[in-house]
């Protein structure tokens, strides 16, 4: 029986692999049979990780990695193709926001500081951007290959506050569409390029813009729920159907696109 969304043996190379979501990701692709290059900053973490997944049967090395440092990812690159001998999926899962670069209740564009903009901004677009092009290299190589990147609700809709996140989220969102035609025109259709919205999922990165130090909802929490038909935050497990079709040939004809993850917080206007 033909089997569209079968991901055994894939390797599949994950930035940001050990946060709340990316390790998520990492245990069920795991679980799916792939073998799992899981970057990160925090070796105690990654290793960890690596360790549960093995535990349960499955294949995965740790590599210690950031996002914006080319050569450490061409080290990486390296380490990758002589343990698992190809790169077929990168899912580019490192980013966030960053308290500096969000504008306070009380305060105004003219207090930004534009240095903590740019760091976001790094993050979360060249984080995106500088792996793609040490990763893709060996993608071009095969013929084959599938990237999937992580923008946010915050591409779509600017939300309040978050002006850097929001800002280069959307210009991952961009990134996805330009690279998705640049790659499938000069390589063929064996590359892909698609991205991931999702919309409120409590992890490390926005707890403190999310809850309050009680663990009880802020007040932004709270709007946000009340604007989301679902009323709740979202689970990470609920990311891995859409994780899954992306990375598997079940969406062998889908390229440049964005698909939303939120409860519905995007459709809803009144
Ligand atoms: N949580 C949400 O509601 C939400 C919504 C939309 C998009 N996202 C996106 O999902 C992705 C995963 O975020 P998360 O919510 O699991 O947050 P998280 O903070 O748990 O995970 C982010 C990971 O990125 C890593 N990271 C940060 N800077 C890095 C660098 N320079 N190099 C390598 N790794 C680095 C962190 O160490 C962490 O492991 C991010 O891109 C985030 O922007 C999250």
Redesign the pocket.
């Known amino acids: 029986m033909q089997n569209l969304f079968d991901l055994r043996d894939k390797v599949v190379v994950i930035?940001?692999g050990?946060?709340?979501?990316?390790s998520k990701m990492s245990e069920y692709l795991a679980e799916q049979g792939a073998k799992v290059a899981i970057?990160?900053?925090?070796v105690a973490n990654g290793e960890s990780l690596v360790k549960r997944i093995t535990e349960k049967g499955g294949t995965a090395m740790f590599l210690q990695?950031?996002?914006?440092d080319r050569k450490q990812l061409e080290q990486n690159a390296r380490d990758i193709m002589e343990k698992f001998g190809r790169i077929d999926i990168l899912i580019n899962?490192?980013?966030?926001?960053m308290p500096g670069a969000t504008i306070g209740p009380d305060k105004t564009i003219f207090d930004l500081n534009i240095d903590d903009f740019r760091k976001v901004v790094d993050?979360?677009l060249m984080?995106t951007v500088i792996p793609t092009m040490v990763f893709a290299k060996e993608m071009v190589k095969q013929k084959q290959g599938n990237i999937i990147n992580?923008?946010?609700?915050s591409a779509l809709r600017p939300l309040t506050r978050v002006v850097g996140?929001g800002a280069a989220?959307a210009a991952v969102t961009n990134f996805t569409k330009y690279l998705a035609i640049e790659l499938a025109t000069k390589f063929g259709e064996g590359l892909r390029v698609n991205a991931m919205?999702?919309?409120?999922?409590?992890?490390?990165?926005?707890r403190t813009l999310l809850t309050n130090p009680d663990g009880s909802h802020t007040d932004r929490a709270k709007t946000i729920l009340a604007h989301t038909p679902f009323n709740r935050f979202?689970e990470a497990e609920e990311l891995l159907g859409t994780l899954h079709w992306l990375a598997s040939d079940a969406s062998k004809f889908v390229t440049g696109t964005l698909t939303v993850i939120d409860g519905g917080f995007d459709a809803f206007a009144i």
């Open positions: 930035t940001g050990t946060g709340v979501l990316g970057l990160a900053r925090n990695s950031d996002v914006v899962g490192a980013g966030g926001n993050l979360n984080g992580i923008s946010s609700e996140y989220k919205a999702p919309g409120f999922f409590l992890t490390e990165q926005n979202g």
